[in-house]
Nanobody, 122 residues
Framework: QVQLVESGGGLVQAGGSLRLSCTASGLTFGSYAIGWYRQAPGTQRELVAT???????NYADSVKGRFTLSRDNAKNTVYLQMNSLKPEDTAVYYC????????????????WGQGTQVTVSS
């Protein structure tokens, strides 16, 4: 049974930092591409960042230069370091995994976590 568990969310002031973690079990983690998404109330889910099996990353323009995605395959974990947070970053953040990287931008990953809330106060 595949599980993805996000952690690290919370309340932070604008300009602050948080590091989200996504830990996977039940799959060969190093073989999967991972995506981080976010969804604020009343909005569509947005792809924030992706990381390939080989560690190549891609970011939404809205977070480029502020967020950094990395993976530790030995720990079955990816990390989303979020710096210079803004109130508009407030959302529930989800991680997702798929063997096929191309499915991530379409939000069609096979496996999803339950989400973690990030709230940035002004």
């Amino acid at each position: 049974q595949v599980q993805l568990v996000e952690s690290g969310g919370g309340l932070v002031q604008a300009g602050g930092s948080l590091r989200l973690s996504c830990t996977a079990s039940g799959l060969t983690f190093g073989s999967y591409a991972i995506g981080w998404y976010r969804q604020a109330p009343g909005t569509q889910r947005e792809l924030v960042a992706t990381i390939t099996r080989g560690g190549s990353t891609n970011y939404a323009d809205s977070v480029k230069g502020r967020f950094t995605l990395s993976r530790d395959n030995a720990k079955n974990t990816v990390y989303l370091q979020m710096n210079s947070l803004k109130p508009e970053d407030t959302a529930v953040y989800y991680c997702a995994a798929d063997f096929n990287y191309r499915k991530l931008p379409m939000s069609e990953a096979d496996y999803w976590g339950q989400g973690t809330q990030v709230t940035v106060s002004s």
